[in-house]
Nanobody, 127 residues
């Protein structure tokens, strides 16, 4: 069982930065792949980024590539999302998700593969 709590969201101007954190409780964080997803009002939830349990494999949506960076600290049971050069279209509720993984390099980009979800944190980028 994994419980996830996101933090770090807020209001930022276009071009600004935010760092989201997702703190996990439970024994399986270190053996779980982690993902960040976002959902804007009136839109479906979309993939943002994911990281394998070892941290040696990452994936990004094209819309955030080069601006966002995912990382994890397994000793602190936390995954981070550094968001730079924010745009108004990045405004959404950001949620982290976890999925236990057998292989160290496994990750998933579809939300249906994830087992555990946080409640989300709001990110608003003002233009």
């Amino acid at each position: 069982q994994v419980q996830l709590v996101e933090s770090g969201g807020g209001l930022v101007e276009t071009g600004g930065s935010l760092r989201l954190s997702c703190a996990a409780t439970g024994r399986t964080f270190g053996t779980s792949a982690m993902g960040w997803f976002r959902q804007a009002p009136g839109k479906e939830r979309e993939f943002v980024t994911a990281i394998s349990r070892s941290g040696n494999n990452v994936a990004y949506a094209d819309a955030v590539k080069g601006r966002f960076t995912i990382s994890r600290d397994n000793a602190k049971n936390t995954v981070f999302l550094q968001m730079n050069s924010l745009k108004s279209e990045d405004t959404a509720v950001y949620s982290c998700a976890a999925r236990p993984a057998t292989l160290e390099s496994s990750l998933w980009i579809e939300d249906r593969h994830y087992t555990y979800w946080g409640q989300g944190t709001q990110v608003t980028v003002s233009s």
